[in-house]
């Protein structure tokens, strides 16, 4: 999977590039920081039971893509569920963004840099 997250000084960058931007017809996703309300962290479970895939790949090693999920629209790219970063946003294209971080520590950091009241919360 082929997926970079830069943090800058108004917004989260999600770098999209190879199979990945291919399947889920996306180079680039920005988050600005007045956006997210909300960041969870740990690992994530994912409802094969109610997920409407929109565009990407799911597996059980992998999932890429934009999906529906209890009537929200979710962005998600990852191959480990146990090294999870999911933001929830506001007034964004997606409700959640659903990603894999080898480095969660050192972006939530970053993230709360920038947004020192948002909410923090393990999954």
């Known amino acids: 999977m082929s997926f970079q997250v830069v943090s800058n000084d108004n917004e989260l960058l999600l770098?999209?590039?190879g199979w990945t931007a291919a399947l889920t017809m996306r180079k680039e996703i920005k988050i600005?920081?007045?956006l997210i309300e909300e960041i969870?962290?740990?690992s994530y479970s994912f409802p094969w039971k109610t997920a409407i895939k929109r565009t990407?790949?799911?597996t059980s090693g992998q999932k890429a893509g934009i999906f529906i999920i209890e009537g929200k629209k979710y962005f998600m790219?990852?191959?480990n569920a146990n090294e999870i970063i999911m933001l929830r946003l506001k007034e964004h294209e997606f409700?959640?963004?659903v990603f894999e971080s080898?480095?969660?520590e050192q972006l939530v950091n970053d993230i709360k840099k920038h947004c020192p009241s948002i909410n923090i919360a393990q999954m």
């Open 56 to 58: 990407g790949i799911t």
């Open 77 to 79: 790219a990852y191959h």
């Open 102 to 104: 080898g480095n969660k």
């Open 40 to 42: 969870r962290v740990g």
């Open 15 to 17: 770098n999209i590039s």
């Open 32 to 34: 600005p920081y007045t």
């Open 95 to 97: 409700d959640y963004v």
